[in-house]
């Protein structure tokens, strides 16, 4: 069975400073992944997704993941942390074949800014 | 483009009672995911219709359903009421095929007191 795991609930730097959201995923099929961000009291909001070609992507708001297959890893990064980057992470799994439109999601990451 | 819009916003009920949630996607979008987000089990799969027909489901009892118009808007419904069913519910739409993204809605925040 697919699942996500976040390595992490909280996590909390400083303005500036490198940001490093872990996820590691299981899955029996070739994975789609996605990062998601949550702020309060709103949906969620897609990062970046990997769909099979250039392992390193790169998403919105200077994020970017790496995946990593002998890992079965696709951690989340920013090189320098900001303000506005406070909010809640999901790292989710489509699963493929005939589950459609399921995506199966970490238990979530709240990033902490200092400043 | 306007984005994926979920009416009502907040609702109160009490147990037992049904309710009845809205989810309006993207134009051009014929997909449409459910999900119960909560603190305890976090985000969760409902169900997904993909023109007019449900093609997935989840792991939550008969008294969770949904259905889909023919202009691609949904509805689900949760009926008798538990204290546990309170959550924000989240719908998202998407294009259908697999490597699509989803895009999510603000969230219907159910409490059932």
């Known amino acids: 069975a697919q699942s996500v795991t976040q390595l992490g609930s909280h996590v909390s730097v400083s303005e500036g400073a490198l940001v490093l959201l872990r996820c590691n995923y299981s899955s029996s099929v070739p994975p789609y992944l996605f990062w998601y961000v949550q702020y309060p009291n709103q949906g969620l909001q897609l990062l970046l997704k990997y769909t099979s070609a250039a392992t390193l992507v790169k998403g919105i708001n200077g994020f970017e993941a790496e995946f990593k297959k002998s890992e079965t890893s696709f951690h989340l990064t920013k090189p320098s942390a900001h303000m506005s980057d406070a909010a809640e992470y999901f790292c989710a799994v489509d699963h493929g074949g005939t589950s459609y439109g399921k995506l199966t999601f970490g238990q979530g990451t709240i990033l902490t800014v200092h400043p | 483009k306007a984005g994926v819009t979920q009416t009502p916003r907040y609702l109160i009920k009490t147990r037992g009672q049904q309710v009845t949630l809205s989810c309006s996607p993207i134009s051009g979008h014929r997909s449409v995911s459910w999900y119960q987000q909560t603190p305890g089990q976090g985000l969760q799969f409902l169900f997904e219709?993909?023109?007019?027909?449900?093609?997935n489901k989840g792991n939550f009892p008969g008294r969770f359903s949904g259905r889909q118009f023919s202009n691609s808007r949904s509805e689900m419904n949760v009926s008798t009421l538990e204290l546990g069913d309170s959550a924000l519910y989240l719908c998202?739409?998407?294009?259908?095929?697999?490597?699509?993204?989803?895009?999510f809605g603000p969230g219907t925040r159910l409490t059932v007191l």
């Open positions: 998202a739409s998407s294009l259908g095929a697999r490597a699509n993204e989803q895009f």
């Open positions: 219709y993909f023109s007019e027909t449900q093609r």
